[in-house]
T-cell receptor
Framework: ETGVTQTPRHLVMGMTNKKSLKCEQHLGHNAMYWYKQSAKKPLELMFVYSLEERVENNSVPSRFSPECPNSSHLFLHLHTLQPEDSALYLC??????????????FGPGTRLTVL | AQSVAQPEDQVNVAEGNPLTVKCTYSVSGNPYLFWYVQYPNRGLQFLLKYITGDNLVKGSYGFEAEFNKSQTSFHLKKPSALVSDSALYFCAVRDIRKASGTYKYIFGTGTRLKVLA
């Protein structure tokens, strides 16, 4: 266990559904990340939150909406997705502090299938 | 821009043999390099990192990586492969520091390691 949990582990949804992915970290970290992992593609960084403030949004479509209510929780709200959004969505956390170069800790991911 | 490349989609090795998974990097300034492993249906797990110091970095599960500045490489190695090492391996480099204090990490496309019994 890495100290980062994600729910649900698997999600199947239609294009008109609204669902949310949840991530929780128990490591006391102050930065959280959403990544999209598709087959044979590099990990795509979607969003970065530092101290609960969004600091990066990598041109992600508005049908993906992140929320970080506190430093331990991160959500990804999904609305009117497309089949090409089917992928493994990974959450990660890290501690950012001055010059520390700390590695990221990843959750197990949510396998999303959009029908 | 910082980048990493993993030239091999898949590496096959017999159990007990040494293994190497290749990674090359392109950075401005000092490189901060990482290796992660992903087992089926799991997230990425940190294996090791190079920040500064010895060029040979030791990590989890008997893995090590050799930093070579002249060849801009950071290959992952293990002296004797196990079937349980079969997984997807990612090399990553830390990007420039953001004003927020966070860092972005650039990941390679991954190399699937298959260890044959």
């Amino acid at each position: 266990e890495t100290g980062v949990t994600q729910t649900p582990r698997h999600l199947v949804m239609g294009m008109t559904n609204k669902k949310s992915l949840k991530c929780e970290q128990h490591l006391g970290h102050n930065a959280m990340y959403w990544y999209k992992q598709s087959a044979k593609k590099p990990l795509e960084l979607m969003f970065v939150y530092s101290l609960e403030e969004r600091v990066e949004n990598n041109s992600v479509p508005s049908r993906f909406s992140p929320e970080c209510p506190n430093s331990s929780h991160l959500f990804l709200h999904l609305h009117t997705l497309q089949p090409e959004d089917s992928a493994l969505y990974l959450c990660a956390s890290s501690q950012t502090s001055g010059r520390l170069n700390n590695e990221q800790f990843f959750g197990p991911g949510t396998r999303l299938t959009v029908l | 821009a910082q980048s990493v490349a993993q030239p091999e989609d898949q590496v096959n090795v017999a159990e007990g043999n040494p293994l190497t998974v290749k990674c090359t990097y392109s950075v401005s300034g000092n490189p901060y390099l990482f290796w992660y492993v992903q087992y089926p249906n799991r997230g990425l797990q940190f294996l090791l990192k190079y920040i500064t110091g010895d060029n040979l970095v030791k990590g989890s599960y008997g893995f090590e990586a050799e930093f070579n500045k002249s060849q801009t490489s950071f290959h992952l190695k293990k002296p004797s492969a196990l079937v349980s090492d079969s997984a997807l391996y990612f090399c990553a480099v830390r990007d420039i520091r953001k004003a927020s204090g966070t860092y972005k990490y650039i990941f390679g496309t991954g190399t699937r390691l298959k260890v044959l019994a």
